[in-house]
């Protein structure tokens, strides 16, 4: 497996805890726990954004592997 | 009138009386009642017991005394009510036993209770050394209520300093296979996600016996087939192995790469992964 999949494969499970944590956060009845959902989505997304710009890069050093 | 017909008659009035005596009596397990009150229950017992069957006596008699016997101790309750003095001479105050991890010896004597007593009610309280005893009272109801020591006292999330998810009741909203809609609207959903989340783990509603919603939104149920087997919820516990997956993922990535920028992005990303993974985890155990 390429460094770029691997990368890839990471992007795609960081998506999912950001789906899970925003699904978990409006379902929480507890403040406490939808403001900590939250927050841990925000960051999600943060890291989720910051790994994409890599992948680009990844992309644009090995275009052979461009795509899924 | 004949003697068994003023039987029946007497009969029905006293088991309307002990009715709506019944009715007036507030909440309290028997056990918990006083010696006053216990007795008072007998003598109104008794009382119903001879008017109703015994012919001789007048009837206005034992009406008189049911008045008496009923309206004294509720009198007295709610004087008591009103008035710490009065409820202290009426129900006395716990008396205590055990002070510092010293048994007072003078107050077991005052109570008639021997150091076998006391043992008993110890033990019954699971407590077998009485050094492990920070306070024990002798309650007025003549049970024990004991404090242990701190250490001896079981561990508690506080204790610990461990940070616990803060949790609500949960609802019942299925019971004998029928969907209960007062109480999904309550938490804030309909049938349709009801359907959902059956559909999720594979079981029609005819088959559950109950289903019940925790205040994350969480289904579990139990079914009528105890020989199904239905999947415990899976989301949290596969969320937060995801969470530790990527962060683990990251840290590699920020090792096996030669390029500097991307080096320290992985590597603060992989302590973002690992700040959300201690503040969430508490909520997903």
């Known amino acids: 497996m390429t460094v770029a999949s691997q990368v890839k494969q990471c992007v795609a499970s960081l998506k999912n805890v950001e789906a899970t944590l925003n699904s978990l956060a409006i379902r929480s009845e507890n ?20 790994i994409e710009k890599r992948v680009g890069e990844l992309e644009f050093e090995e275009p052979q592997y461009k795509g899924f | 009138m004949p003697g ?5 008659i007497r009969s029905a009035v006293a088991l309307v009386i002990l009715l709506l005596l019944s009715k007036g009596i507030i909440r309290k397990p028997l056990a918990q009642m006083t010696y006053f009150e216990f007795v008072s229950a007998i003598v109104l017992a008794a009382i119903l017991a001879i008017g109703s069957i015994n012919l001789q006596v007048p009837i206005a008699y034992p009406i008189m005394g049911i008045i008496i016997w009923g309206a004294v101790p509720y009198l007295m309750e709610w004087l008591s009510m009103k008035s710490l003095r009065f409820r202290n001479f009426l129900h006395g105050r716990g008396i205590p036993v055990i002070k ?25 309280k699971n407590v077998f050394q009485v050094a492990d005893v920070e306070f024990a009272v002798l309650e007025t109801s003549g049970d024990i209520s004991v404090l242990p020591k701190k250490d001896y006292q079981p561990l508690t999330p506080k204790d610990l300093n461990l940070k616990v998810a803060p949790i609500k009741e949960p609802e019942t909203v299925i019971m004998d296979g029928k969907v209960l809609d007062e109480p999904l609207s309550t938490i804030g959903y309909n049938r349709q996600w ?17 289903g019940q919603v925790d205040s994350y939104g969480q289904l579990t149920v139990d079914l009528f087939d105890d020989k199904l087997k239905v999947p415990s919820p899976q989301e949290k516990p596969l969320l937060l192995s ?38 969430i985890s508490p909520y997903l155990q």
């Open chain 1, 31 to 50: 403040e406490q726990a939808e403001e900590a959902f939250r927050d841990a989505c925000q960051t999600t997304r943060r890291v989720l954004a910051d």
């Open chain 2, 4 to 8: 068994w017909f003023e039987v029946v």
């Open chain 2, 100 to 124: 510092d991890g010293k048994i007072l010896e003078d107050n077991l004597k005052k109570q008639r209770l021997s150091s076998d007593e006391l043992l008993k009610s110890l033990r019954s």
């Open chain 2, 194 to 210: 009801l359907e959902v989340e059956l559909e999720k783990i594979g079981v029609a509603i005819e088959n559950v016996y109950l």
């Open chain 2, 242 to 279: 995801t969470i530790k997956k990527c962060q683990a993922d990251l840290e590699a990535f920020a090792l096996a790469t030669d390029n500097q920028e991307a080096k320290q992005m992985y590597a603060k990303n992989a302590k973002e992964m690992d700040r959300v993974l201690k503040k």
